[in-house]
């Protein structure tokens, strides 16, 4: 298992640029999928962008070319840094793990959540 801790959320102008924290309790070279999901209220929590420990990654068509997941495996840690916010960016953002259990099965981990609110 793993723990994740979020930081770096807060509020910012249209068009201004933060950049997301999440810390691991552990090794991050070995988890399947890191990833950033964000939740809206009223909406789904959504994928934003991921990769996986082969290196794949991807992104929401709604964030591309502004969003880019980052990975830090000597400080345990993944980045999302994040250009040209709109107002519609404004969600809690939650950092995931996804681990395999061996069995052809996952657990997702997820962090506390960390609140982007983008002002317009």
């Known amino acids: 298992q793993v723990q994740l801790v979020e930081s770096g959320g807060g509020l910012v102008q249209a068009g201004g640029s933060l950049r997301l924290s999440c810390a691991a309790s552990r090794s991050i070279f070995s988890i399947g999928r890191m990833g950033w999901y964000r939740q809206a209220p009223g909406q789904q929590r959504e994928l934003v962008a991921a990769y996986t420990s082969g290196g794949s990654t991807n992104y929401a068509d709604s964030v591309r070319g502004r969003f880019t997941i980052s990975r830090d495996n000597a400080k345990n840690t993944v980045y999302l840094q994040m250009n040209s916010l709109k107002a519609e960016d404004t969600a809690v953002y939650l950092c995931?793990?996804?681990?395999?259990?061996?069995?052809?099965?996952?657990?997702?981990?997820w962090g506390q959540g960390t609140q982007v609110t983008v002002s317009s």
């Open positions: 995931n793990a996804r681990i395999t259990d061996g069995r052809s099965r996952y657990s997702d981990y």
